[in-house]
């Protein structure tokens, strides 16, 4: 069996045993989600560093469409696969591995899944059902992206999903949040059902759910004159990915559901869906439609490099207008995101490896700012930071970590954003360089106005006169949050740990190029 299935598998298994746990056992909720998110975190370092598949750089012609899938794993760079029948009538698989692109992913996801069980302290009605949504949540994105099977991708995704909606109405904070809940509910559910519909139109295509085979089929007809299917075809299917999972991602203006759904959600909430499964819309894009809709990505793409400024630009504005931390934190964070759809319209090897990058430390950088965020909550009540002010001299450990989050998010070199955000612009100056600009601008400016200005806000000058007394970090509370620290600064450092892995996805990265394997005279 694959490792991957125990790294999916643990959070599932641990939400049945807690299901039959009496309510009372508060302790145990904890610590088994703990334990079982430590669990699939320790086996996803253990395949993160043994990840090694073979360099296909310049790979030859693929197999032809008969070929068993094992070839096509080899051709692709997958490896830990494993694939069982679910429902042999309409073809589709249990069906799981990694390349470069996943193990990072999943390694990402596992950190944070990690530390939100930690955070989750805040929680102290209903734990049990928190506790199985959490890990519901937790094995659900885990599992879509190990998936090589689309309907399988597609159907974690909202396992990982359905619980948002019920966390925020149920723990949800504020006065607002029935509202958040309920909006977030419709604009997510209106991306999940555009994105089925083009799931759907690819499998009536291809007769087949199976990434690999789609991509093999894609390659033969590669070159062709329709292709596998018409340019008009494919401009459909691509536009409704693209739209739909668009808005799981945030995409302007269709953006608005994520700044409030975050400031009203309990902090593990926030920091699974800021920073683990609104990172699937762009890796579904990445994996399932540039590689497959080469001709709708050509039309639609300049058309998301242009709406990628209103997640850049508009969305740092707003952020510079907040005055609550968490919704400052939101908007922030819709931003970023926007440097992923610029990396990902520039389709090329350095633009999607820096697009893959920002999604990596992104969901660190998320996690760890919506932790300590809610943390501050449940110590002051109030993230209101006109009434916050000071709080470095009595919180010195907690302060000095949102210094380095808030710094990291405006793209400081020597976090993992830095280089993330650096080799996108490398990747997207040839192709859009007045877009490009634009952005460079507004993660130096924008973003650095709005972050500095927090953090003289919160943490520096006299403590307030409606400051609350509030206590640091202490002892094993603070290692979700160095945890995470510590790794944003590992792949700031050292960046290679994980462009080595991106660099095995070549073979997907040039398929999303040009729509066909790279020929030998392209490796000569």
Sequence with gaps: ???????????????????????????????????????????????????DPPITDQPGPL??????????????????????????????????????????????????????TCCAQE??????????????????????????????????????????????????RGQDKDFAAYKITLYLSLGALLTLAGVIMLYLQFGSFSLLSMMDHGTQFAGTEAGVFSATEQNVIFAL???????????WPFHTWAPLGYSAAPTATAMMHAGVIKKFGLFMLIKVALPLLPQGAQTWLPILALLCLGNILYCGLVAMRQKDLNLLIG????????????????????????????????????????????????????????????????????????????????????FANF???LTVFFGAWKMYPVITTIGIWSALVIGAVYMLRAIRTLLHGMKGEQTPEVEDLKNWQRLPYALLVAVLLLFGFYPKLITDKISKSNATFEQAKKGQAPTEEATE
């Design 1 to 51: 069996m694959s490792p991957l299935t125990y790294i999916m598998g643990l959070p599932l298994a641990m939400a049945l045993i807690l299901a039959v746990v009496p309510s009372e056992k508060r302790q145990f909720f904890r610590w088994g989600s703990r334990l079982a998110t430590l669990g699939s975190l320790l086996l996803a370092i253990y395949v993160f560093s043994v990840f």
């Design 63 to 116: 197999p032809t469409q008969g070929t068993e899938e094992s070839a096509l794993e080899d051709e692709y760079g997958y490896k830990f696969t494993q694939r069982v029948e679910w429902i042999p009538s309409l073809n589709i698989h249990y069906y799981v591995g990694v390349d470069g692109i996943g193990i990072v992913m999943v390694l990402m996801a596992a950190l944070v899944a990690f530390a939100a």
């Design 123 to 172: 929680i102290r009605t209903r734990e049990k059902e928190f506790y199985i949504l959490l890990l519901l949540m937790t094995g659900g994105i885990l599992g879509a992206f190990m998936s090589l099977d689309i309907f399988l991708i597609y159907f974690l995704h909202e396992l990982a999903l359905v619980p948002t909606f019920i966390m925020i109405g149920v723990w949800g």
């Design 241 to 251: 990915l693209m739209f739909g999972l668009g808005i799981l991602v945030g995409l």
């Design 331 to 414: 908007n922030s964070s819709v931003a970023h995101m926007g440097f992923v759809f610029l990396g990902i319209a520039s389709v090329t090897t350095i633009g999607l490896t820096g697009a893959v990058m920002v999604m990596v430390a992104h969901g660190l950088l998320a996690g760890l700012a919506f932790g300590l965020s809610g943390y501050l909550y449940s110590q002051a009540r109030t993230l209101d930071m006109e009434k916050l002010q000071g709080l470095l001299a009595s919180m010195p450990f907690w302060g000095t970590l949102m210094i380095m989050a808030l710094m990291a998010g405006c793209g400081l070199p020597g």
């Design 419 to 421: 280089a993330g955000e």
